[in-house]
C-alpha cells in the first residue's frame, strides 16, 4: 500500500528535472548562438547585425596657380596678381574659378576696380575642338557698369588678358548676359561679338 503510494510522486518528480534540464540546454544553445552571432559583427557583419552604411569618398580638392590683371591707377599699365584657386583638374570649372577670383578680387594697392561689383559667373562652356569659350554672367556686367568707353575698355582688358595668360586653350570667347549677347556693356565697345584673347590689348 505504501510503495504504490510514493511511484506517483517519484515519476512527477523525474519529469520535472528532466524538464527543467532540458530548458537549460535550451537557453545555453540559444547564448552560444547569440555570443557567436555578436563576435563575428565585431568583424565581419553577422546574421544579427545590420550591414554599415557605404562611406562615401568626396573628391579632394587641388589647388592651381593663376593670374590676375589689374589696371593701375594711372594711365593704362596693367599689373598681375597671382593667385592659388581650388582646383580638380576639369578645364571649365579652372575657367569659372578663376574669372570668379577675377571678378571678387578687391584691387591691390594701386589698381583700380574694373569690374562691377555683384558681378559673377553663371556658367561657362568650352569646345575644345574649337578652341572657343563661351562665358556667362550675371546681370550685373551691365546693370553695374559705371560707362564710358574707358571703363568699359578696362573691364574687358583685364578680363582677356587673364583669360589668355590662364587658358592659352582658349582661341575664341564669347560673352553672354543671364544667357544672351548684349551689343554692349554701357553703350559704348561693342560685345556681341567673338574676342580673340591672345591679340586684345
Known amino acids: 500500500m505504501s510503495t504504490s503510494g510514493r511511484q506517483p510522486d517519484r515519476v512527477v518528480g523525474r519529469g520535472f528535472w528532466w524538464s527543467l534540464a532540458l530548458l537549460i540546454a535550451v ?27 557605404p562611406t562615401e ?33 576639369r578645364f571649365e570649372e579652372d575657367l569659372q574659378a578663376v574669372l570668379e577670383a577675377l571678378l571678387s ?12 561689383v555683384g558681378c559673377r559667373v553663371n556658367t561657362v562652356f568650352f569646345d575644345a575642338d574649337r578652341g572657343h569659350a563661351v562665358i556667362d554672367f550675371s546681370a550685373e556686367l551691365v546693370t553695374g557698369h559705371p560707362g564710358g568707353v ?10 582677356m588678358r587673364t583669360i589668355a595668360a590662364n587658358f592659352p586653350q582658349i582661341h575664341y570667347c564669347s560673352l553672354l ?22 591679340r586684345w590689348h
Do not use: C
Request: glycine share 12%; no cysteine; charged share 20%.
Open 105 to 116: 578680387a578687391a584691387p591691390p594697392p594701386g589698381a583700380v576696380r574694373t569690374m562691377p
Open 27 to 53: 537557453l545555453g544553445a540559444a547564448a552560444g548562438f547569440l555570443g557567436w552571432s555578436l563576435s563575428r559583427g565585431a568583424g565581419d557583419t553577422g546574421p544579427l547585425l545590420p550591414a554599415a552604411p
Open 150 to 159: 574707358a571703363a568699359e575698355q578696362a573691364t574687358l582688358t583685364v578680363l
Open 57 to 89: 569618398t568626396k573628391e579632394l580638392a587641388g589647388t592651381r596657380s593663376a593670374l590676375l590683371y589689374h589696371l593701375r591707377n594711372h594711365g593704362d599699365d596693367l599689373m598681375v596678381e597671382g593667385r592659388q584657386i581650388p582646383s580638380r583638374d
Open 177 to 198: 548676359v543671364d544667357g544672351a549677347q548684349v551689343e554692349t556693356l554701357a553703350g559704348h565697345v561693342r560685345t556681341d561679338r567673338r574676342f580673340v584673347p591672345t
